[in-house]
């Protein structure tokens, strides 16, 4: 204690090694110790501690070097005597003195937050603008919405925490003030208990503090404590600092996405993590009744996202223009549509055309064939069969005519020779040169009947 009175420096506790003899030394009773490390010929020291010294003395011979630290230091290497007894002679180590004061020991933690808030699109595109559809026809068309997360925006960027400070010494410190800063130069609000707060032996006192920023990008905090020693006027300073690191934003706004259409229902709810995504489904188009002019209808439908937290709504639509011929001319569709819209499928729904076919419809038998409608449809002419070429076709011209489509003359003659060749033959034959040929002519005329290039012109399928 002498000796660190005798260098004039402030100190609140002392401890001499002496003899010098390597090893770790307590200094108190609060866990504060030092290691020493001398060299082989005892003329320097090392050490480091886990206590902050404000001066080392070494001493050898007659005299002593006073190694002073400011800020006060844990540990120094190369710490000697004055030479003695000449210049450049350095006399071996006959004690060491540590000299600290005491402090308070502060720490702290940084938690950020911000908020992101998702800003959302939807764009719904369907298979069909514009479709031409016979009396009571239904007509699927496909859709695809596709959900988006346009853009994102953060803010509300802040950081805060919690100061801790503990008084691990035997002195009574009182805090005067706590101020916090977060680089560079923003000052944070700080609360603490009632200042000044008189602080002993074994104590501890915390403080919150936060602070608004314009940006996540990363920062230093730092927390400074000034305070004295109780009864003294002389200010003693202890700092903390804490990394203000941003991670993933701590308030999602609208991080989701609910998504519907006014004609099919709920499609299905879309996270931010799952954007962007895309719904499929079909709608069928119809039926409609024909007018005495061409009818025009606009199917519109629309899909809609709502956002999880502000209910905002964002909608896009799909129109489809149908045009509905006049009765008195109707459209035709192809032996294709015809086969696939029976009782038996795949296609739906059914066409009630069939109904029209006897009183049996597609299970009606089709004249000598031995097969019915639906069958002689679904049998390929094998060989270029020329009954089955014809068979084909005629049906689906039949049935276009019993739908309503209009039928120019030359298709009244197709369809007027063709029931008398199937009144007549089976799908065996015989088949002459002439009567094949006539067969496959009228076969083309009537397909091109219902494809639409002849007569009031195709439906859509």
């Known amino acids: 204690m002498e000796e660190c009175s005798q260098a004039g420096i402030p100190f609140d506790g002392a401890y001499k090694i002496d003899p010098p003899l390597n090893g770790t030394y307590s200094l108190d009773s609060y866990g504060n110790t030092v290691t020493v490390s001398f060299s082989g010929d005892g003329r320097f020291v090392d050490w480091s501690a886990n206590i902050a010294m404000s001066a080392v003395i070494v001493k050898g011979g007659p005299g002593a070097n006073i190694?002073?630290?400011?800020?006060?230091?844990?540990?120094?290497?190369?710490?000697?005597?004055?030479?003695?007894?000449?210049?450049?002679?350095?006399?071996?180590?006959?004690?060491?003195?540590?000299?600290w004061e005491y402090r308070l020991a502060a720490e702290k933690d940084a938690r950020t937050t911000y908020t992101r808030q998702y800003y959302w699109e939807i764009q719904k595109t369907g298979s069909h603008n514009e479709i031409t559809l016979s009396e009571g026809q239904v007509f699927p068309v496909s859709?695809?919405?596709?959900?988006?997360?346009?853009?994102?925006?953060?803010?509300?960027?802040?950081?805060?925490?919690?100061?801790?400070?503990r008084n691990n010494t035997p002195i009574t410190f009182v805090v005067q003030s706590v101020s916090d800063v977060i680089s560079p130069e923003i000052a944070a609000s700080v609360s603490c208990e009632a200042l000044p707060?008189?602080?002993?032996?074994?104590?501890?006192?915390?403080?919150?503090?936060?602070?608004?920023?314009?940006?996540?990008?990363?920062?230093?905090?730092?927390?400074?404590?000034?305070?004295?020693?109780?009864?003294?006027?002389?200010?003693?300073?202890?700092?903390?600092?804490?990394?203000v690191a941003f991670g993933e934003p701590t308030n999602v706004v609208d991080g989701s996405v609910q998504v519907s259409d006014d004609r099919y229902g709920n499609l299905g709810t879309v996270t931010f993590a799952e954007a962007p995504q895309?719904?499929?489904?079909?709608?069928?188009?119809?039926?409609?009744?024909?007018?005495?002019?061409?009818?025009?209808?606009?199917?519109?439908?629309?899909?809609?996202?709502?956002?999880?937290?502000?209910?905002?709504?964002?909608?896009?639509?799909?129109?489809?223009?149908?045009?509905?011929?006049?009765?008195?001319?109707?459209?035709?569709?192809t032996q294709g549509y015809w086969k696939t819209h029976t009782k038996y499928g795949p296609a739906k729904p059914r066409d009630e055309t069939w109904d029209r076919i006897a009183n049996a419809g597609e299970d009606t038998l089709f004249y000598r064939s031995g097969q019915t409608y639906y069958q002689v449809l679904w049998t390929p002419p094998s060989g270029g069969n020329p009954y089955y070429q014809l068979a084909h076709q005629f049906i689906a011209a039949t049935l276009n005519k019993l739908n309503g489509a209009a039928t120019p003359s030359e298709v009244e003659v197709a369809l007027a020779w063709a029931n008398e060749y199937f009144s007549t033959y089976t799908p065996s034959g015989p088949f002459s040169r002439n009567l094949t040929n006539q067969a496959r002519q009228y076969a083309d005329l009537l397909a091109r009947y219902n494809e639409g290039y002849i007569g009031p012109g195709h439906c859509s399928e």
């Open 67 to 99: 190694y002073l630290y400011d800020p006060p230091a844990t540990s120094g290497s190369g710490l000697r005597a004055p030479d003695h007894p000449n210049s450049g002679q350095i006399p071996a180590i006959s004690h060491v003195t540590f000299c």
């Open 143 to 165: 859709y695809t919405v596709r959900v988006a997360v346009s853009r994102f925006e953060e803010r509300d960027f802040a950081v805060s925490g919690t100061i801790t400070i």
């Open 278 to 333: 895309t719904f499929s489904y079909t709608l069928d188009v119809g039926p409609y009744r024909c007018q005495p002019q061409d009818a025009y209808y606009a199917f519109t439908n629309t899909a809609t996202l709502t956002t999880s937290t502000t209910n905002t709504s964002v909608s896009s639509s799909w129109t489809v223009n149908v045009r509905v011929p006049a009765c008195a001319l109707g459209c035709t569709l």
């Open 197 to 243: 707060f008189t602080l002993a032996p074994g104590g501890t006192m915390s403080c919150s503090y936060s602070a608004n920023l314009l940006d996540k990008v990363g920062r230093t905090n730092t927390a400074t404590v000034n305070y004295v020693r109780q009864g003294e006027e002389r200010v003693r300073t202890a700092t903390a600092t804490a990394p």
